[in-house]
């Protein structure tokens, strides 16, 4: 081991220890002032609970089981005067909390203080640290934000009742963390980026809204042709605004049993104000209109009407559901289905600068000689999923030629991938 090794062995030992004195002289402190990795050490959060059971407790065993910490190692830590140690429990811990800080800052703890809230909240305005707690905490990942608590939630919503039970197996739950998704990693119409913004304002001041009974916002509909990020951007502010998304494609909701359609309609939205605040994501919205043309069935059609009647009666600010529909054909949508929605967001095919932007971000971590102002301006017509299809296959057309630059010919080889598709797609 080397002695770099070892002290940053050290260094990840004594942020456990430091965490756990501070945070249990300090009772206003949470699960959320936790930093994952300390998360994970303490097992708190087990079982989706957002308490935190105090003591926090610091053993050599859990040090050699979670960190793969080795005896030397150990040893090197309770070798410190300000560590104690009791050989019953074989607990470590600091008697002396304002000598382990000073040693902390010394050997070079300032970056895992910026990282960890606990660590900031005590660090703050001592020594010179620079570190902010209010910063640090707003930037350390949220627990709510897990699919460990976002799956004991779903859990104990549908324990004991089968109208939950069949509601869940109808949807895609996905949990903040788990969305892969940004909008930093996204290319936004400044419209879109508007409505971004407004949502989280609403979030922000819901108790202000429902005080003055402002309740008609938070349903939006998201219409544009396919590939141009109406799922992209719902699934990216899941993340932004921290609410699980719940994905519905509304072909799936019908049942063969066509009796239970209005049924699991309700039971759908039911769940969602349960799992509140939650982004409800219908994928496929113009079904409704083709059942209300086309479909005969007086079963179906009262299926639809349970829909719309359910979209009338959600609130963002009043139950805590963002709803957000999608549609490729917002033509065939008649007035019934539009006026349920309080906002229209467009999603065009991109123009020649969107198209270069989206190319520079999709290509921001690949190495690659490319013009891209030139191959915006030979891509016209293609969606942000083209462009994208257009990067992979490149990328896959150098990695087949055990490369990791991509070259011209592999971008060109990727734009024909992309156009031979649409050619089969539309026939022509």
């Known amino acids: 081991m080397t002695s770099d090794t070892g002290t940053r062995e050290v260094l990840a030992i004594m942020e456990l220890l430091l965490t756990a004195e501070i945070f249990n002289r300090n009772e206003d402190l949470g699960i959320n002032d936790l930093h994952p990795r300390c998360r994970e050490f303490f097992s708190a959060g087990s079982g989706g609970s ?27 830590v ?13 607990r470590l811990s600091l008697p002396s909390l304002d000598a382990a800080a000073t040693w902390f800052l010394k050997k070079g703890g300032e970056e895992r203080v910026g990282e960890n809230p606990v660590l900031a909240y005590f660090f703050e305005g001592r020594d010179g640290t620079a570190a902010r707690y209010q910063d640090v905490r707003a930037k350390n990942p949220r627990f709510e934000d897990t699919k460990e608590y976002m799956e004991a939630k779903v859990s104990r919503l549908i324990a004991g009742s089968e109208e939950m039970r069949e509601a869940r197996d109808l949807i895609i739950i996905s949990a903040p963390d788990e969305v892969e998704f940004t909008l930093a990693k996204l290319v936004c119409t400044p419209r879109q980026e508007e409505i971004i913004k407004k ?5 922000e001041h819901r108790d202000f809204l429902k005080q003055h009974r402002i309740y008609e916002f938070g349903r939006l509909l998201f219409v544009g042709p396919p590939g141009t990020g109406k799922t992209s951007l719902a699934l990216a502010m899941s993340r932004e605004l921290h609410m699980p998304v719940l994905e519905v494609r509304l072909a799936m909701v019908t049942s063969q049993y066509l009796g239970e359609t209005s049924k699991n309609i309700d039971r759908i939205f039911d769940l969602a104000k349960k799992l509140a605040p939650c982004i409800l994501f219908i994928d496929e919205f ?30 963002f600010v009043k139950n805590g559901v963002l709803l957000i529909g ?42 690659c000689d490319c013009d891209f102002a030139d191959l ?19 990328v896959m057309s150098a990695l087949m030629e055990d490369r990791h630059r991509v070259d011209p010919v592999d971008i060109e080889q990727g734009l024909l991938r992309v156009e031979e598709r649409n050619v089969i797609r539309t026939g022509r």
């Open 50 to 76: 957002t308490e935190v059971k105090r003591p926090l407790i610091v053993s050599e065993g859990a040090i050699k089981k979670v960190l793969g910490s080795t005896d030397a190692v150990c040893q090197a």
């Open 78 to 90: 309770r070798a410190n005067p300000f560590v104690g140690y009791d050989e019953f429990g074989q």
């Open 199 to 203: 949502i989280g304002v609403a979030l």
């Open 286 to 315: 113009d079904f409704v209109a083709k059942t209300r043309v086309s479909d005969d069935h007086g079963a179906m059609k009262r299926a639809v009407n349970m829909l719309l009647k359910n979209i009338d009666q959600i609130s």
């Open 326 to 367: 999608a549609t490729n054909h917002p033509r065939i949508l008649d007035e019934a289905a539009w006026r349920r929605f309080d906002e229209v967001v467009e999603f065009p095919l991109p123009d020649r600068a969107m198209r270069q932007a989206i190319l520079e971000k999709v290509a921001a971590t690949i190495e």
């Open 376 to 394: 915006a301006g030979r891509t016209e017509g293609f969606s942000g999923s083209d462009l994208r299809m257009m990067m992979k296959e490149a």
